[in-house]
Structures are given as C-alpha cells and as structure tokens.
C-alpha cells in the first residue's frame, strides 16, 4: 500500500541575483539561508559568474528579457512574501528589476553589489546611479561601509558615519536601511546600524535625522576571511523572516545576531578563505 503525501506549505521568499559557480554566494547562498529560516526559496539569475573561493573569472549578464521571464513565471506561480535583491550587474538590469519590483505587494530588501572584497568597484557609473530608485522602492537596504559610501557619496569609516549615511538612505526612500559594520575598523567588536524611518515620517531635514530611528547592534567579530557570502546570506535570512511575517526590526536584530554561528562554522572547502555556512544560522526555522 503506497503511503499518504504529508506536504508542507512553507512561506515564500524571491532571490534575484546573480549565480556563484563556487556555490559559497550569490543565489546559491541565498537559497541555503532561506531553507534555514523555513522558507521555500526561489530564484531569478540576473547573471551567471564563473567564481571559486580564490576569485571571480568571469561574468556574464543575463538578457533583460530574460530577467523579466524568469520573474513573471515565479509571480505566476507563487505568492511571494518576500524579495531580495543581490548583484544587478548592469545599469539596464536594475532599471529592469526597478520596474518588474514595482508592482510586487511584498517587502524588498536590497543588497546593493557594488564592491568586491580587494574594494575594486563592481559597477559602471551608470548602474551605480540605477540604484535610486531601487532603494526608493526597498522596504530595506542592506550595504556594507564600502557599498554605503557610494550610495551616499561620502566616506563611511565609523558607526556615527554608518548612521549618517543610513539616514541619508532613508531620506532617499528606502523604509529602512542597515548599513553593515564588517568593514568598519578591525576592533572586536562589529556594529551594524539599524536606521528605520519613523512612524508618521516627517521632514526631518536633507539627512532624514528627525524622522528615522537609529539601532545598533554589537557583536563580537569573529577571526576569519572567509567571510564570502556574508552579505547574500544576511540579506537573505531577513528576506525569509519577513516572508515569515516577522516586523522588520524583529528580523534585522535575529538575522544579524545569527550571522556569527554562521561565519563561526563556516564552510572549509576550495583553496581560497572558504565562505559562510547560512545553514548554521541560530534561531533559524
């Protein structure tokens, strides 16, 4: 006698991002970070990367049709309660993504690519100006200090510098911004700065400083580089816990507080400094 089908019916969360032949980043991260967190993920490749855990080699961009193709067929199919957005790789494709996101009833957060590890700039001018309106539209923005320093054009070294920039991002649009501490000094400690526009907005003037909230988060930085797919995966499991219907500081606060058992034990493998384990998220599913 066949057995009875005991399917489960998890929440659904969109990666829109480009693919890490080496598996540790990209959408390959960011669905592993999704599985953790209890959320069916599905995914739209925006490019294809030819990487390992020493490098990328090669990137190729996927067609902006195709891009739109992808998207439609996910939007057809599920209920996406969530987006994450991660490497766009060309002006064109974050117009695209931009205006495919525009009619989509769920949060999105944005992971801006736009500066590798060595600080090399990922981006032609023209996408890194694409980028306004996609944060415009971002439920939250997640840069680090090197990727916040573009967006807001002014450096980015300190905590008070991170707040300052994540309120001119709010200022921008975006509903929330969490500009990450990783490459802020080389102390013990990292703190992420959680800014989040105030209920009720306000002016506040040209940096949004009267209606946005700050929040930090310390934790103890963990002795490693091999850091890659950090920012997919953080991204990503915030993504997730929104799908989930979590509140946006809810989520920010146990995706950040998880991100050190996941650098902790992270994967060994490959030549290079190896990548993060998104499975190893505490207070995952």
């Given at each position: 006698?066949a ?82 957005t ?44 694409a ?85 930090r ?44 058992p ?24």
């Amino acid at each position: 006698m066949a057995s009875a089908r005991d399917p489960v019916s998890p929440p659904v969360a969109l990666a829109i991002a480009g693919s890490d032949a080496g598996g540790g980043a990209g959408i390959q991260a960011d669905l592993k970070a999704m599985t953790a967190h209890g959320v069916f993920g599905t995914s739209v490749a925006t490019a294809t990367t030819a990487q390992n855990t020493r490098g990328v080699r090669d990137v190729h961009a996927v067609p902006p049709a195709h891009i739109a193709s992808q998207c439609d067929a996910v939007f057809d199919d599920f209920d996406v309660g969530a987006v994450k957005t991660g490497m766009l790789a060309t002006a064109e494709t974050v117009e695209t993504v931009t205006g495919l996101l525009a009619a989509v009833d769920a949060p999105v957060v944005v992971d801006p690519v736009m500066v590798a590890a060595s600080g090399d700039r990922l981006l032609s001018p023209e996408a890194e100006a694409a980028y306004d309106g996609l944060i415009e539209a971002a439920t939250l923005v997640t840069p680090n200090a090197d990727e916040a320093a573009v967006l807001v054009d002014g450096p980015v070294e300190t905590p008070a510098d991170a707040e300052r920039a994540g309120r001119e991002l709010v200022a921008a649009g975006a509903d929330a911004a969490l500009v990450k501490g990783g490459h802020i000094g080389d102390g013990e400690t990292v703190t992420d700065t959680l800014v989040v526009e105030s209920e009720g907005g306000g002016d506040g003037g040209s940096d949004g400083s009267g209606s946005a909230t700050a929040l930090r988060f310390e934790n103890p930085r963990v002795a490693t580089d091999a850091t890659h797919g950090s920012g997919c995966a953080l991204s990503s499991a915030i993504a997730a816990r929104l799908a989930r219907g979590e509140p946006l500081r809810e989520a920010v606060a146990a995706a950040v507080d998880g991100m050190g058992p996941a650098i902790r034990r992270g994967y060994d493998v490959g030549e290079g400094p190896g990548a993060v384990n998104p499975t190893a998220f505490d207070g995952g599913a």
